[in-house]
């Protein structure tokens, strides 16, 4: 089975500082890697995916991610980070295309931003 | 507000009780899915509905858990006879179809079985 690590649990930063989230999986075929956050009081939402191609992903909201194959990670970051960056990210894996819902989630990482 | 609904956000059993939550897809959506978040975990893959159909419950515990997503009305993830240990957070997420990219998640709902 997959599994997901997130390397941090908290991270507390001043506004403007940069940000970048560690993840790594154990699946060593091929995967599908999404970002999600959860902004407080609100659902979880798609911030980037990668699923082939260039291994730098532009997301929304200024976020990135890479991919690097050898280190089976897929690092989230921010150059800047605003106070509204507040929130919990998942990071996540999915097996292949054919049954991709069954995605395998990283326990998160909460983001405080302060401003 | 056209995203997927989740309710009671909130939800507080105790050992024994039944525990139903529901979850309304996005409109124009038939694929949902449940995950659980237990503490200090991450999300896990319970099970995969159609109207009327259970896909996939690979993930759903044996005992005590079943879903349905009836042709008219919510989603309904049911827990018998909670105990301690089910208490976690219960995220749904929809489709219009089977492919992870295409998932929109609901607020999920925190179950607390006291």
């Known amino acids: 089975a997959q599994s997901v690590s997130q390397h941090n649990h908290h991270v507390i930063l001043s506004e403007a500082a940069s940000l970048e989230l560690g993840c790594n999986y154990s699946?060593?075929?091929?995967?599908?890697l999404f970002w999600y956050v959860q902004y407080p009081g609100q659902h979880l939402q798609l911030l980037l995916k990668y699923f082939s191609g260039d291994p730098l992903v532009k997301g929304i909201k200024g976020f990135e991610a890479e991919f690097i194959k050898s280190k089976f990670s897929f690092n989230l970051r921010k150059p800047s980070v605003q106070w509204s960056d507040t929130a919990e990210y998942f990071c996540?894996?999915?097996?292949?295309?054919?049954?991709?819902?069954?995605?395998?989630f990283g326990a998160g990482t909460t983001v405080t931003v302060r401003a | 507000n056209a995203g997927v609904m989740q309710n009671p956000r909130h939800l507080v059993r105790r050992r024994g009780q039944e525990a139903r939550l529901r979850c309304s897809p996005m409109?124009?959506?038939?694929?949902v899915y449940w995950y659980r978040q237990l503490p200090e975990e991450g999300l896990k893959f319970m099970v995969y509905?159609?109207?009327?159909?259970?896909?996939?419950e690979s993930g759903m515990p044996k005992e005590r858990f079943s879903a349905e997503f009836p042709k008219e009305g919510p989603s309904i993830l049911r827990i018998q006879q909670v105990v301690r240990g089910d208490s976690a957070a219960y995220f749904c997420?929809?489709?219009?179809?089977?492919?992870?990219?295409?998932?929109?998640f609901g607020s999920g709902t925190q179950l607390s079985v006291l």
């Open positions: 996540a894996v999915g097996p292949d295309r054919s049954n991709d819902y069954k995605l395998s």
């Open positions: 699946y060593g075929g091929t995967v599908n």
């Open positions: 409109k124009g959506h038939s694929h």
């Open positions: 509905l159609q109207k009327e159909n259970i896909i996939d």
């Open positions: 997420a929809s489709s219009s179809g089977p492919k992870g990219e295409k998932l929109f």
